[in-house]
């Protein structure tokens, strides 16, 4: 697999889909029209996975010169919410992409849905069952099973419509009658053995409230709000391959449709290791506490992305490299993170912080007339590589936080950073040596006690020798005060769920682990939501309502590459 640095051609991509879109247009199949639509459940928040729909959908139809519509098939009153559509929409927009037109809805279409299914009641293809859920899926059987037909699959139209009338009018308790297709009871694909397409349900509906009694399933609306919109190419996950003909039989058997009927294509949906795309699975996670809320920054959710600073572009970027297959597969979540860290890289300012922090106090350090250390300002780079993000001054004094790590009093091996006796380069400061610590009962250092060579303004001897290491650093007298957040996978288990295991089996216990850090002062000033790098350490974005709180976004290791190199 190539890596995201690789040269390729992005305003041109090429796949099976968009070569089926190219050869319909040739053939003047719709009038040369191009129309997708992204059309998501609101009964949750968008995930990750998402994205690549997303991406395709909306991508098609601006390479095409066609329209891409935002539909939310809202069939389920019991599961959805405003706060979904909200959500879903700002998502959409943070994602880069804006909808053709206002936002539709199936349950506009409730009415038309409605006639056409007493339609097929007209024709004799559809039926009223009197049969419960469990014992409707009992008789559909299963592959290499035959199906059992319903008792009541011969019922007169005039029946069926009296029935199926006095459903729509609430005459019926919930779950005591449905209407079916009439299709197939022996057919291998089960979606056709007389599938449910209304249901009664005596629930209050978020847009038309209290209107209806019955509601459509999601197959009976899906494919024909496609064909009211005047969708041309309806793209969707293979997990809906199955459903294709049954797509392709409610749109066959409806005799006024309002556009020619449109043509559904399955791609492979994305996958990433150590990552659930359920949302059943979400919002478990969420009722029974295991994160904070659907926005939590473990979460896979484009709401937990972009609190945790994941760019939008580089989630772009990373869709368009993974491609648009006809298989499944699974792809490591470090080539995910690749594309993050290489977006930030380019554009995240840099920063220093300190998140298990160390005293440090220079004993030769000079003090004011009060006896205090004296400040001093040290110009440093917001972006090595960027002479445009320009410079910052940063206080520096004779009392400062390190990494706790950062100092060792009996090194180990090929250790270069700071122990008794050893100089180190403070960033863009001074050269210091190590003289000796203060320990406490554990043996572990709680004060370091340093010299500096005033000789070395800017991090470099006059007399041109040379020190191993450069460490970050935070004045004390001037350190901001800040929790953050370092996460670690959700799930332990590289594929959550396989070979039968149960998906929190493997919820990693320690996925979050919160510091009290130091930052310098510029920090205070941070935005909402903005992502820094903190030098050494990592990318960290302030949280959108908090800004003393951040979230590590992604580490400076290259996880991706050394995958790489030990697959070569």
């Known amino acids: 697999m190539s890596t995201p640095n690789d040269e390729t051609d992005r305003d041109s991509p090429s796949d099976f889909v968009r070569d089926k879109v190219v050869a319909d247009t040739a053939a003047g199949k719709y009038h040369g029209r191009v129309q997708t639509r992204f059309p998501p459940e609101p009964n949750g928040f968008l995930h990750i996975g998402h994205a690549k729909s997303i991406a395709l959908n909306f991508g098609i139809a601006e390479e095409f ?22 959500g879903i929409q700002e998502d959409l927009a943070w994602l880069g992409f804006s909808p053709s037109g206002e936002t539709k809805f199936a349950s506009d279409y409730f009415g038309q849905l409605y006639e056409w299914a007493e339609q097929l009641i007209a024709k004799g293809l559809a039926y009223v069952d009197d049969q419960d859920a469990e014992t409707i899926s009992e008789q559909r059987g299963g592959f290499g099973q035959p199906g059992v037909e319903s008792p009541y699959r011969e019922r007169s139209s005039d029946e069926n419509f009296d029935l199926f009338r006095r459903m729509k009018a609430g005459e019926f308790e919930d779950g005591s009658r449905v209407l079916r297709a009439k299709i197939d009871m022996q057919a291998d694909n089960m979606q056709l053995r007389d599938p449910v397409l209304y249901r009664i349900r005596h629930a209050h509906h978020y847009r038309t409230l209290d209107e209806w009694n019955i509601y459509p399933t999601y197959d009976w609306a899906h494919g024909q709000s496609d064909a009211i919109e005047g969708t041309t190419h309806s793209l969707c996950t ?10 392709d039989w409610f749109l066959a058997n409806i005799d006024d449709l309002p556009y020619e009927a449109p043509e559904q294509t399955e791609f492979a949906r994305l996958n990433l290791t150590h990552t659930v795309m359920s949302k059943r699975v979400f919002r478990r996670l969420v009722d029974d506490g295991h994160v904070d809320g659907w926005d939590d920054p473990r979460m896979p959710t484009l709401r937990g992305l972009r609190r945790r600073g994941y760019p939008p572009a580089a989630i772009r970027a990373f869709v368009e490299h993974i491609g648009v297959a006809k298989t499944n597969s699974v792809h490591d979540i470090e080539l995910l993170e690749s594309f993050i860290r290489t977006e930030l890289n380019e554009h995240a300012t840099r920063r220093m912080a300190v998140l298990r922090p160390l005293q ?3 004993t030769n350090w000079p003090t004011d007339a009060g006896g205090q250390p004296e400040v001093v300002m040290v110009e440093v780079a917001n972006h090595p590589k960027d002479e445009s993000a320009g410079t910052r001054m940063v206080p520096f004094s004779g009392e400062l936080w390190i990494e706790q790590d950062d100092f060792k009093l ?15 380069r403070l960033r863009a400061g001074f050269l210091v040596t190590a003289v000796d610590a203060d320990v406490d009962a554990d043996g572990h250092p709680t004060l370091v006690r340093c010299t500096y060579d005033p000789a070395s303004a ?9 020190v191993k290491a450069t460490m970050h650093w935070v004045s004390a007298a001037h350190a901001v ?21 149960e998906v929190f089996d493997s919820l990693n216990p320690s996925s979050r682990e919160t510091v009290a850090a130091k930052l310098e002062p510029a920090l205070a000033e941070a935005n909402p939501g903005e992502v820094y790098q903190f030098e050494r350490l990592g990318y960290f974005a302030t949280d959108p309502g908090d800004t003393s709180v951040f979230h590590r976004t992604v580490g400076l290791r290259d996880e991706w590459a050394n ?4 697959r070569q």
Request: hydrophobic share 25%.
């Open 458 to 466: 800017g991090g470099s001897a006059p007399d041109g020798r040379k």
């Open 410 to 424: 009996e090194p180990p091996p090929k250790y270069f950073r700071l122990s008794p006796g050893r100089e180190v």
């Open 65 to 86: 010169g066609g329209e891409c519509h935002l539909r939310f098939d809202d069939t389920n009153p019991e599961t959805e919410d405003q706060s979904y559509i909200d």
């Open 563 to 566: 995958i790489q190199k030990r």
């Open 238 to 247: 293979l997990e809906f391959a199955d459903h294709r003909g049954l797509y």
């Open 360 to 362: 440090v106090t220079i």
């Open 481 to 501: 005060d800040a929790t953050v957040h370092l996460y670690d996978r959700l799930f332990t288990d590289p594929h959550p769920g396989s070979d039968g295991a």
